[in-house]
């Protein structure tokens, strides 16, 4: 009997793969109508929302401060970050926290989409474009999952150089009472 060959595995899986280096896994999320996706190392943990303390002074996407067990990390409003205004919240937006080199941070976004296993080959580049929604400097590519379009973005970029990163360069010190 003639064996017949097995089917290519799709570049875009749902399920978690095996340790595969050809393959990264991304957490996916929707700000607004969009879905984005960052690499599941970079995510820590998804918490739901709580109120944050507002800092003096900071950008609109810098909704404030949260104590995550004793770190105080900073809330970024992704739709805010990409021009689309601030974030009306409500009990059903999630934080995404990130570990980005030595620090963490938050994004708030509308809800948790996917865990998407992406073969590298399916990563494509950004688009070489001017302007638009969300500035091509923060993407590390776009993969198309089950006929929908996923912006990857790389936390990294998306924080470097950051109004939070300028305060804790400089040494400034949050009050604990304004924390609790």
């Known amino acids: 009997m003639e064996k017949i060959p097995s089917a290519a595995p799709p570049a875009v899986s749902r399920h978690p793969a095996g340790p595969i280096s050809a393959e990264e896994q991304y957490v996916t999320f929707t700000v607004?109508?969009?879905e984005y996706g960052v690499n599941i190392l970079s995510v820590r943990e998804i918490r739901g929302w709580t109120i944050e303390t507002k800092l003096p002074?900071?950008?609109?996407?810098?909704?404030?401060v949260v104590n995550l067990r004793g770190i105080i990390i900073p809330i970024f409003d992704l739709r805010a970050r990409f021009g689309g205004g601030r974030t009306e919240v409500t009990k059903r937006h999630v934080v995404v926290v990130l570990q980005v080199g030595e620090r963490t941070r938050g994004v708030l976004v509308d809800a948790i989409s996917d865990i998407l296993?992406?073969?590298?080959?399916?990563?494509?580049?950004?688009?070489?474009?001017?302007?638009g929604l969300i500035e091509q400097q923060y993407l590390s590519g776009?993969?198309?999952a089950e006929n929908r379009m996923v912006t990857l973005l790389d936390v990294t970029r998306l924080f470097a150089g950051d109004a939070v990163e300028e305060l804790s360069s400089n040494h400034i010190q949050i009050p604990h009472q304004a924390l609790a």
């Open 57 to 64: 002074n900071m950008p609109d996407y810098v909704r404030g």
């Open 32 to 34: 607004g109508s969009e």
């Open 142 to 144: 776009l993969v198309i």
């Open 117 to 131: 296993t992406v073969a590298h080959d399916a990563v494509r580049p950004p688009p070489d474009i001017d302007g």
